[in-house]
């Protein structure tokens, strides 16, 4: 295995190799691996750089800038403004999300089999690629040791509710719930692919280039034949170096938003005018809330409940405790107020609720290479978030809760529920709604048919032979969970096929 | 587009290991994970000085601690965050240190910029910023207040006045697993 970076490379470096796989997260791992186990050279193509499990800390001044795009200084712009994160490091999101291992619901199943036209991409069309995935992250329920407080608060919040519930099932290996999921994983036990698909894709030979943007697409005789990107150096920040990549297939596995941005510079997909739209993120609204009691939220596993109970209205709720650093990220207050919050970390349940997109937004390429990602939310979903807000908050009061921190500029404090019921007569603006989201997809549609899609069902764009999608911005329709596992399954099948082919050539 | 191929060429001998998924038991920065932080932000003497005063006002005061050390140590963690963003949105947060200063003389609030003024009427300013109806006023407060908080409260002096260990709660997670595989391993024997 190979690993390089910035300062390996000449002013002007060339590489060849049978594939080249532009990112490393949930998808161009999966993709890269089946293609090295299959025998090809496959080579990686990653703008962030490389940290082995050892140096995962709890620090987010230290972690962020390693591992976030843009040190998390994302933004989709819209109707409201809604924060976003993505992983850049080597394995991608992969390192910093919240390790939940789930399919898609089978009704979304059933509409991607009827929208693309193929029985592969149904429940039964997908179960062997998704059994595959599963055993490969490792997916099973957290130890008893692993648990912390809080999920155990939230379980016990749904059943005083008469709530449905459901345990997560996570890719994880002897996890003991270090709680640092979005900031590393520092004991290796989150099956990210950085432990999981990539040291297997190394042990076949694959090399990987860190520190590298890609740019470009090399495109000769109207076929996709390898990229071009620049090095980063990791002091100045500035890109210096030439980098190519020459290649028989390109895989593109960069995300949601880059993905359909690099694309877009080489003027892809205007048959069907879908690339860049499509763009689906499930908001997330946060809910915090404050106990008499300690809970120490930060020792256990995060996430280990789910409440499901209005999953068939678009609703999740979960809990997601985070380090000090990120939650005060998004404090709605400063000075004394913020202290007087944050003095009682010990006695916090982050909470928050997940809604499942009704609409969708668009990825386009400003004219100085920034990416602009425009959501609007719905009526629909604004009124969804006022429902799932107030529904958790109750929760949290039946349970015993002091206060609740509400995810509205104009009414940040709950005392009591009756606070709660000022909840509709306030919130008529979606404006002052606070939301992030973590979950991008779809601005790259699959379909079997080039008029209404990006990428054909093998994931090669219908207008360039040779490019190859494999990431979240395929997916036909929002999948109202965690896409880790569906974007796996994909890209595996993607890598499956593309193997198949260049045999058969 | 068309570029002339590349000759092919050996990989070069990379010039640091990086080793793979180590379990070592450490959780301080691996030594060979290559990792440079950036230089930061560049910004003059007389920025650096304003940006400190808006540090100080948005920071908790007394009984939380902050120090001038701590000042200095969130401006640094805030110009190298600024680094890793694309460079349009740091200079976009460049200019929303300096528009937020102005703001309240630009509004016709006060005769002082933020950074000028007393904590308690700074306080009062950006608090109403905070809450203004009009979402680039409110925007302007909630990206600078995130990533000035988010320094501070990842500073060792706040973690140990929230009683927030996760140093050694992290090592005793890391042994403990090591336990259990252990433990595996030998059943499995």
Redesign the interface.
Known sequence: ?????H????ED????ADVVVVGTGAGGAAAGAALAEAGHHVMFVEEG???????F??????S???L?R??S??MIVGRT?IPYVEGRCVGGSTVINGGMAYRPPERVLADWERITRSSDMGVTGLDEVFQEVEHTISANYQSE?SVGEDSRLMEAGAKKMGWHYTTNRRNQS?????N?CALGC????KQST??SY??RA?ARGA?CLTEVRVE?????GGRCV?I?GRSIN????KADRKV???ARAVIVACGAVQTPLLLQK?KLGRRSGQLGKNFLCHPNAKVLAVYPHQVDG??GVSQNTQIREFHEDGLLFAENFV??????????????R??EL??R??NMVISGVLVEDSTSGSVSRTM?G?PLVRYDLTNLDHQRFKRGVKLLASMHFELGAEMVVLPF??QHIAYTRDDLDKIDELQTDV?TLELFTVHLMGTARMGSDPATSVVNLSGEVWDLPGCYVADASLFPTAIGVNPQVTIMALATRIGRRLELSARAA | MTAKPSKHEPLPEPKRKLPMASQTPALARHPQDGWTFADPYPMSERYVRMFHAIITILCPPPPAPLTEDMVTRIERHVRGFMMYMHPLAARGLWLSFILLDWAPRLLFMSTKRVSQMERSQADRVLARFASSRWMPIRLLVVGIRGSVLSAYFDTDEVHQRLNYKPIAFMRQRIELRHDLLSESALAAQ
């Not at chain 1, 470096?13 to 060849?16: A, Y």
């Not at chain 1, 800390?57 to 230290?62: A, D």
């Not at chain 1, 520092?186 to 036990?189: F, K, N, R």
């Open positions: 295995m190979t690993v390089l970076a300062e390996d490379y000449a470096q060339s590489f060849e750089s490389y940290h082995p499990t050892s140096s800390n709890p620090y987010t001044t230290q962020v800038p390693r976030y843009d040190a200084a994302t403004p040791v002897a996890c003991v719930g270090a640092n520092p004991t290796g036990a950085l432990v990539l040291p190394f090399d470009q697409l090399w495109i000769e390898g071009i990791p002091q100045t920040r190519r990549v020459r080489h930060y020792k380090a000090p650093g990120i939650l005060a990220a998004y404090l709605p207050f400063h000075g004394s913020a202290w944050m003095s970390y010990e100085l920034m500029t104009n404006n």
